[in-house]
């Protein structure tokens, strides 16, 4: 079994971001991105079990994905890195793929399914919380400086880069009139930032 204990859980965040999609998208669109997430965590999921780490649960908002497994604390600094970024490295590989393959029988929903997965694996790795960016830039400081630096790094770079999220998601909003998916995953970013800056500094307080 995939899931030892806690099983699978669905927020209503997840619903609403589903909901938002098929009214804003096309439907070809939003069955590419979440099969490409879909596959992303199974990378994750695949590099966990690679390394026999339990999984005990996933848990799916508009956040993303969050896969509970308690063993990965035991790895280490590098093992846990490469199962940090496995499913950026599921979504590149299976983009290039995809790719090859609708050049090679012209299909036009093939380049849709490849952007979806080349787009995800850059979007994940931007460097902010829960974004697989900022745990991979947490992983590297923290090997090299200790895990409060890491932490503080990961947090910083959080901010900034969800502040210039959100402006660049304005702009197209108010002057380009679209982007409401780019919008909204961009607020709930900046949210989720602001929200681990504000513990960090009470940690650091006390």
Not at 30 to 35: A, D, E
Not at 43 to 58: K, N, Y
Not at 153 to 168: D, N, P, Q, R
Not at 186 to 198: E, H, P, T
């Amino acid at each position: 079994m995939w899931f030892s204990e806690r099983g699978l859980r669905v927020s209503r965040s997840f619903w609403l971001l589903v909901l938002l999609a098929a009214v804003v998208s096309p439907l070809s669109v939003v069955l590419s991105v979440f099969f490409a997430a879909a596959l992303h965590e199974c990378g994750h999921l695949l590099a966990l079990r690679a390394f026999h780490v339990p999984v005990e649960g996933l848990h799916l908002s508009a956040f993303g994905a969050v896969i509970h497994a308690r063993g990965a604390r035991r790895l280490s600094y590098g093992r846990e890195l490469i199962v940090t970024l496995a499913g950026c490295g599921m979504n590149l590989v299976c983009g290039f793929l995809t790719a090859l393959f609708a050049l090679r029988v012209s299909w036009e929903n093939g380049f849709v399914l490849a952007g979806a997965h080349l787009l995800l694996c850059a979007f994940n790795l931007l460097p902010v919380p829960p974004l697989d960016g900022a745990h991979a830039l947490c992983l590297a400081v923290s090997s090299l400086f200790g895990p409060i630096a890491g932490d503080r790094t990961a947090v910083l770079a959080g901010a900034i880069v969800s502040l210039a999220l959100l402006g660049a998601a304005l702009y197209f909003s108010v002057c380009r009139r679209g982007g409401a998916l780019f919008l909204f995953a961009s607020l709930a970013l900046f949210i989720r930032a602001v929200s681990q800056l504000r513990l960090a500094k009470r940690v650091i307080k006390v």
